[in-house]
């Protein structure tokens, strides 16, 4: 069964690359596939690979591993030091600790602490009363930043109980399902994640030859959830992947997963979707990866995804990207 990738927000993939220049993300957005137009059209989607191929290249051309995020530049070679400096730890715990020492050195914006609280492990991000402004993408990407390496680390991706997030929900916060394996609260008073503290004693498995092939597929390994997670909503939305170009049922996909429709209702709400919002996400995300890898047909892609009429597939395309199909056709 192949796992089907959630495509990405092009306003989020500005958020994440807010302070360079609109010039230099438009030639490099060329050189990662993406056509420019879609570059201006907030409601746009690119896929993962060319997401992390385009923020590969802008760290290299700035220098800088989290591309204008911070106030001080995070210079190439970063994340490399910082895992060499974990691999010799004994347990999680200690490579926590020494995640957050490390990044004390470099940050003017918040501290990494963890800590243990009874059966929960709680990494929270402390943000210094007279230092820079933080932005939601900043917060974001570090807490990325801690779970992706510490799953890495012990070879396990850890599912998250909680994700505490200051900011206020946004439009499009059903993407970060595919952010975080575990539920999302806006509005909180700091920055987190939490998870079972048995993880903090796991031992660290990972060694230096390890490493490069980690490195190499920065960011896509830390920033990306798999769909090894247990959420309900991913095992919906590979189902309905499955079972295409027949959409299926609500009732069919509750009986697959052996529950009633009533419970899968409850379950999706709880996690911040709905089951038409995977149906539509996973339609429009295969139409997307389809029109920027293949030469197939529009026709052969809309009857692949579920529309007989081309004509209907294209007025639903554009109502999830705000684009046409032959926009993403226009990609280098």
């Not at 946004?170 to 909180?188: E, I, K, N, T």
């Not at 009732?251 to 149906?279: D, M, N």
């Not at 539509?280 to 529309?307: E, H, K, M, P, Y």
């Amino acid at each position: 069964m192949h796992c089907l990738s959630p495509t990405v927000l092009v306003s989020f993939v500005h958020g994440f690359l807010p302070g360079a220049d609109p010039a230099l993300i438009a030639q490099l957005a060329a050189r990662s596939g993406i056509a420019a137009a879609l570059m201006n059209e907030p409601a746009a989607r690119v896929t993962q690979e060319q997401f992390s191929t385009l923020y590969r290249l802008l760290a290299h051309e700035l220098d800088d591993e989290m591309p204008g995020i911070f106030s001080r530049p995070l210079r190439n070679g970063t994340l490399k030091y910082l895992c060499l400096s974990l691999l010799d730890a004994p347990r999680l715990e200690v490579a926590l600790h020494r995640f957050g020492q490390f990044f004390r050195l470099l940050l003017d914006e918040f501290r990494v602490e963890s800590r243990r609280e009874g059966n929960a492990a709680h990494v929270e991000l402390v943000e210094a009363a007279a230092g820079p402004a933080v932005g939601p993408m900043a917060r974001e990407l570090m807490l990325k930043l801690v779970h992706g390496v510490a799953s890495w680390l012990i070879r396990h991706k850890i599912p998250l109980q909680a994700v505490q997030l200051p900011s206020g929900r946004r439009a499009q916060a059903s993407d970060h399902l595919y952010l975080f394996p575990g539920p999302v609260h806006f509005g909180c008073e700091r920055g987190s994640i939490v998870f079972d503290a048995a993880f903090l004693d796991m031992p660290v498995r990972q060694r230096k030859a390890d490493l490069e092939k980690f490195l190499a597929r920065a960011p896509e390994d830390w920033i990306f959830v798999t769909f090894a997670e247990p959420m309900t909503c991913h095992r919906v939305r590979q189902y309905v992947a499955d079972c295409l170009p027949v959409a299926p049922t609500i009732e069919a996909v509750a009986a697959a997963l052996h529950c009633s429709v009533r419970t899968l209702c409850r379950r999706l709400s709880a996690e911040g979707t709905t089951f038409q919002a995977i149906k539509d996400g996973v339609r429009r995300d295969i139409a997307i990866q389809r029109l920027t890898r293949s030469n197939d047909a529009i026709t052969a892609i809309a009857f692949d995804v579920g529309f007989d009429n081309p004509t209907a597939f294209h007025r639903a395309f554009r109502h999830w990207t705000g684009s046409t199909p032959n926009a993403y056709r226009r990609a280098p």
